[in-house]
């Protein structure tokens, strides 16, 4: 698949028949077997598999964007430090269900037109939904090393969820006080 950005003959070849093919001779040639096959995590990839198609779906039909725009819609005529941390928080929910790039992707661009508006400078909508998208503690999807340590079987999904929202609960607290204390006295413009 890597060879077909190289080798333009490549192009035609339909990244499903290079997977299918490839996962077979995995098996005629024995280098995988039965046992391997049961030994595979399914639960994880499945959960994955699906959170993937999720953020797909979401990104493709435009409901992501929408939320979005819904969302900060609402905040348009709010106090600026509650501008910020409404756009950190959505940013911070849409982090665990889609990418975190994707959050970042469809959120920023809305924000940053209202910003000015607001008198809220834009470095802080940045650094603020930048600290949020990193950190994705509500759902196990959010990041991969979440559902690694799921595998652990030392918690479960309840029990992630619960102490993930007080991590998301302190994390906002934290980028509260960055944006309303610390950076300002780090010398950067926030607004107000």
Known sequence: MSLRSFIPALKPLDKTAIIVTS?????????????????????IILLFAGAISLGFCLWETGAAKWLAVKWLMKLEGANWFLFVMGIAFFVMLMTNVIMNVA??????????????YLGVAPEVILFASLATAGMPFLLLVGAAPNAIAYESGQFTAGEFFTYGTLASIMLMVVVALAVFFLWP????????
């Open 103 to 116: 959050a970042i992707a469809i959120s920023l661009p809305v924000a940053l037109v209202i910003a000015p």
């Open 185 to 192: 006295l780090m010398g950067m413009p926030v607004g107000g």
């Open 23 to 43: 996962t077979i001779l995995f098996f005629i040639t024995g280098i995988l077997d039965v046992n391997d096959l049961e030994e595979i995590p399914w639960d």
